[in-house]
């Protein structure tokens, strides 16, 4: 099946902006995780400790973008050329 020349660019920006979401989550989760172990004696234990902690618990919201997104990006159909 043929897409419009219209339909197919509109696609084309649609995976874009999604790409660009999911760079930007990546990066915030890097930032989060840096700002919270840097400066750490035991980096693995500050880590741990806020991810499996309460805090984090009641709201994820924050989270890792693989642990929302791995499960989608593993039932994905492969793109078309790629």
Same mark, same amino acid.
């Given at each position: =099946?043929?897409? &419009?020349?219209?339909?197919? @660019? +509109?696609?084309?920006?649609? %995976?874009?902006? +999604?790409? #660009? @979401?999911? #760079?930007?989550?990546? !990066?915030?989760?890097?930032? %989060? /995780? $840096?700002?919270?172990? *840097?400066? *750490?004696?035991? &980096? +693995?234990?500050?880590?741990?400790?806020? $991810?499996?902690? !309460?805090?984090?618990?009641?709201?994820? #919201?924050?989270?890792?973008? =693989? @642990?929302?997104?791995? &499960?989608? /990006?593993?039932? @994905? %159909?492969?793109? &078309?050329?790629?």
């Amino acid at each position: =099946m043929r897409y &419009p020349a219209s339909q197919t @660019a +509109k696609c084309a920006v649609v %995976s874009q902006a +999604k790409a #660009e @979401a999911v #760079e930007c989550a990546f !990066a915030q989760s890097d930032n %989060s /995780i $840096y700002a919270l172990t *840097a400066n *750490a004696s035991h &980096p +693995k234990r500050a880590f741990l400790d806020s $991810y499996l902690g !309460a805090a984090h618990r009641d709201h994820p #919201e924050p989270g890792c973008v =693989m @642990a929302a997104l791995g &499960p989608e /990006i593993a039932r @994905a %159909s492969p793109s &078309p050329g790629g």
